[in-house]
């Protein structure tokens, strides 16, 4: 019980680090490899699975006997999300000069997006229980949220890359507001 709750203490010490202070200097750095990163990235999900279960009000992750199993296939949802954002981030990344490995894009979406999930889960169960200005507040928050992991995004793969904020920031907002477009103008 004592190395779960160490680990559990480990785990939410870097949700929180993650969360507060990103890009992080030690772990972004100029051509960064990310290698032997398995054991920081398990502990990011396991506190994000569960923060994310604690603030939909998954009171099933603690008493329910399958709740290993439940918590292994959300985590390995959340990793296999990480890394096709990160294969469709790649090649347009290439597109406008921003050359970066699958492995540096599939760990930076990792250590800049996961920490907000449990935060966004939160303010969107919100706007699902409120109605006007303030589930417009809501909504605003939600997004300001999302550019800001965006805006984090684009430091973290700048740091790595090398490359001009310009590109950086084409590559990542550029695919953001074709979606965004084609949801709003679709026929």
């Known amino acids: 019980?004592?190395?779960?709750?160490?680990?559990?203490?480990?785990a939410m010490t870097d949700w929180l680090e993650f969360l507060l202070d990103q890009p992080k200097s030690p772990l972004?750095?100029?051509?960064?490899?990310?290698?032997?990163?398995?054991?920081?990235?398990?502990?990011l999900l396991v506190a994000v699975v569960i923060l994310s279960g604690v603030v939909l009000g998954t009171s099933q992750l603690v008493l329910d006997k399958e709740a290993?199993?439940?918590?292994a296939r959300t985590a390995l949802g959340i990793l296999c999300a990480a890394i096709l954002i990160a294969l469709f981030y790649k090649p347009i990344a290439n597109?406008?000069?921003v050359?970066?490995?699958?492995?540096?894009?599939?760990?930076?979406?990792l250590y800049i997006g996961l920490p907000w999930?449990?935060?966004?889960?939160?303010?969107?169960?919100?706007?699902?229980?409120?109605?006007?200005?303030?589930?417009?507040?809501?909504?605003?928050?939600?997004?300001v949220c999302f550019a800001y992991v965006a805006t984090n995004f684009i430091k973290a793969v700048k740091t790595i890359t090398t490359k001009s904020t310009y590109r950086v920031a084409m590559s990542v907002y550029g695919p953001l507001?074709?979606?965004l477009a084609f949801v709003l103008f679709r026929c």
């Open 1 to 10: 019980m004592r190395a779960v709750v160490e680990f559990i203490t480990l």
């Open 28 to 43: 972004f750095e100029q051509n960064r490899l990310f290698e032997d990163e398995s054991s920081r990235v398990a502990r």
């Open 68 to 71: 290993t199993v439940s918590l």
């Open 95 to 97: 597109a406008v000069g």
């Open 99 to 109: 050359r970066i490995s699958l492995r540096q894009a599939v760990f930076s979406v």
């Open 117 to 143: 999930l449990p935060v966004l889960c939160f303010i969107w169960g919100a706007v699902l229980a409120t109605h006007g200005f303030l589930r417009i507040c809501l909504l605003v928050s939600y997004y």
């Open 177 to 179: 507001v074709l979606a």
